[in-house]
């Protein structure tokens, strides 16, 4: 931070950069089983729905001739 260079009317403002609190805070409240295996749970939905994502969508995403067999022509083409 940027320094004021007329003097501050109180201390304690001047040096708040400095001030460093002597509390510590609360130790952090540690996950039960059924909340890893929660979130166990939650990881793996998650992974195997993008995976299945990713297996579904692979089909879709290859170019070739395997698929030109499939192509649709309108009744209009065939010229009957």
Do not use: K, W
Request: proline share 8%.
């Amino acid at each position: 931070m940027f320094r004021r260079r007329e003097p501050v009317p109180f201390a304690f403002v001047a040096e708040a950069e400095r001030y460093r609190s002597n509390v510590t805070p609360p130790p952090r409240d540690r996950a039960s089983r059924s909340q890893i295996a929660g979130r166990v749970l939650v990881g793996l939905t998650v992974t195997t729905g993008l995976v299945g994502a990713l297996l579904f969508g692979m089909p879709s995403l290859q170019t070739g001739t395997q698929n030109s067999h499939h192509s649709q022509q309108s009744e209009a083409s065939d010229g009957r």
